[in-house]
């Protein structure tokens, strides 16, 4: 998997480390080794930059299943510079679909994605017949992978899908862009005594889907390549929240498991703000459903509860 050091990933290998399998992480050796779970599964990692082809084919030499979760993941950050972003979240995975071209192996792809793609959607739930509307060169990039994807699919080189993700939180390593993780992060503040604000009124929906339900959907797409090949998927809880009211629970709970009064407060949106942090969406995935049998299992509730006992268990820094 390439990105084997990131959020996503960590989940994911705990669901794989279950099964007999080998599997190989991908990621740059600076940002240290994850730890590796119990489980008969062996796991190796390979060090090297995805941007770098020759690093990311050595890699990927003889993988039947590529699930490709490096990314760069601000909105903010591709459309200041939109030429890095291209070689961060297109060239990656087009070096994938090449080097399984040119050994003739039609291995599985799986590749992460985003529902931001949607942009701003005019009614609610969300599924796969919505029309694609980016509002940033990230969710262009992405797309633009999506695609390169399917072309190849269709021809053959390689069975692959797409699974376009949620508001995904829950345990594991912090995001390196502040635009990303928040409600991991608004966790983290109030296990540390630091007020929580919120953006303006917070009344925006969201789908806040659980990251050991993400890593299991995964899984589930991996065991069934026929289902999804070619095929682009919503990957949510279902269950819209508003951004103050997922806020005020994260208040609610740490203050219940430490004791402490956790404040909560409204402060002006910053000048530049997004409009996709304005949207409303949520997110409907019965198509993903039909093709795998998954289904998500974490409440909103249990999955914070679960992210507090996270967090204080390695510190609010971790």
């Known amino acids: 998997m390439t990105g084997g050091a990131g959020y996503v990933a960590a989940s994911l290998v705990r669901e ?48 039947d299943v590529v699930h490709h979760l490096a990314a760069q993941t601000s909105i903010y950050v591709a459309d200041a510079e939109p030429v890095a972003d291209v070689g961060l979240n297109v060239l990656p995975l087009l070096y ?8 003739g192996h039609e291995p599985l792809v799986l590749f992460a994605s985003t529902v931001t793609a ?15 509307d ?100 919503v990957i949510a809880s279902g269950h819209g929240v508003t951004v103050a009211d997922a806020v005020r629970l994260v208040a609610e709970l740490v203050g219940e498991h430490t004791g402490r009064r956790v404040e909560v407060g409204h402060v002006p949106p910053p000048a530049q703000l997004s409009p996709v942090e304005t949207r409303q969406f949520v997110g409907r995935s019965d198509a993903f459903r039909a093709a795998t049998g998954w ?9 914070i509860k679960k992210t507090i006992e996270h967090f204080e268990l390695l510190g609010t820094s971790a």
């Open 134 to 233: 980016p509002h940033s060169v990230y969710d262009l990039n992405k797309i633009a992978a999506e695609r390169l994807l399917a072309h190849y699919a269709r021809k053959r080189v390689v069975r692959g899908a797409t699974l376009r993700l949620a508001n995904v939180y829950g345990p594991g390593p912090r995001s390196s862009k502040p635009d990303r993780g928040v409600l991991n992060a608004m966790v983290r503040r109030a296990l540390a005594g630091e007020r929580l604000n919120i953006y303006g009124s917070g009344e925006w929906l969201r789908d806040y889907v659980y990251v050991d339900d993400v890593a299991r959907a995964f899984v589930h797409a991996a065991h069934h390549p026929d289902a999804v090949n070619g095929r682009s998927f």
């Open 295 to 303: 289904s998500p299992t974490v409440s909103l509730r249990e999955g």
């Open 16 to 63: 794989l480390a279950a099964e007999p399998l080998a599997i190989r992480r991908f990621f740059r050796a600076a940002h240290g080794a994850p730890p590796v779970p119990p489980g008969p599964a062996t796991v190796s990692d390979v060090h090297g930059d995805v941007t770098v082809r020759a690093d990311l084919e050595r890699a990927l030499e003889g993988a």
């Open 118 to 132: 949607y942009g701003l959607p005019a009614r609610l739930p969300v599924d796969e017949s919505f029309p694609d």
């Open 96 to 103: 994938v679909l090449e080097h399984a071209r040119a050994r």
